[in-house]
């Protein structure tokens, strides 16, 4: 157990639905990152958040949003959702500084 | 801007030992880390090198060639539970990790 949790588990909706994926970090963990992982492919990095302010975007389409809030959890919007959304996404968080990323369990997300 | 490569699949028997190379572009080097993941699992962390050189961790050992771009992970005595997916990856400029694809490691008896 990493210590950091997710929420849903999975989750399975429509096309064109929107979705909140949630994420609470480690205790004490500042950072927050979000990846996304299709099937048979890397970790896409979408972004991060430190204390609350945005510090790196990666490959993150304009469809999908983030926030980090005061009590450092996160959430990922996910809206118009295609079916090429489908995917596990990951929560990471870390120590500013800190070399290791500590993963959640990750949520899979289906669009039918 | 980064890319990475790494072989997409490695097969090798218990007992043995395997190595899984990761060559690197980036455009500001700041280290290659390791994880593995597990199938339907979270990644975690195996290994972290800044600097030249091999790093060991019981039976994994991380090696770093800056001049070359140039990284491999290194699993010896291999036991069926290291059948899984392992990932390099690069810190870029922003303080965030870029991954590999993943290699696929599977061990057979």
């Known amino acids: 157990d990493s210590g950091v949790t997710q929420t849903p588990k999975h989750l399975i909706t429509a096309t064109g639905q929107r979705v909140t994926l949630r994420c609470s970090p480690r205790s004490g963990d500042l950072s927050v990152y979000w990846y996304q992982q299709s099937l048979d492919q890397g970790l896409q990095f979408l972004i991060q958040?430190?204390?609350?302010?945005?510090?790196a975007k990666g490959n993150i389409l304009e469809r999908f949003s983030a926030q980090q809030f005061p009590d450092l959890h996160s959430e990922l919007n996910l809206s118009s959702l295609e079916l090429g959304d489908s995917a596990l996404y990951f929560c990471?968080?870390?120590?500013?500084?800190?070399?290791?990323?500590?993963f959640g369990p990750g949520t899979r997300l289906t669009v039918l | 801007g980064q890319s990475l490569e790494q072989p997409s699949e490695v097969t090798a028997v218990e007992g043995a030992i395997v190595q899984i190379n990761c060559t690197y572009q980036?455009?500001?080097?700041?280290?290659l880390s390791w994880y593995q993941q597990h199938d339907g699992g979270a990644p975690t962390f195996l290994s972290y090198?800044?600097?030249?050189g091999l790093e060991e961790t019981g039976r994994f050992s991380s090696f770093l060639s800056r001049s070359d771009s140039y990284g491999y992970l290194l699993l010896q005595e291999l036991q069926m539970k290291d059948s899984a997916s392992y990932f390099c990856a690069v810190w870029g400029s922003q303080g965030n990790l870029i991954f590999g694809k993943g290699t696929k490691l599977s061990v057979k008896p």
């Open positions: 990471a968080s870390s120590v500013q500084g800190d070399n290791e990323q500590f």
């Open positions: 958040y430190y204390n609350g302010e945005e510090r």
């Open positions: 090198n800044a600097l030249d």
């Open positions: 980036t455009s500001g080097f700041y280290g």
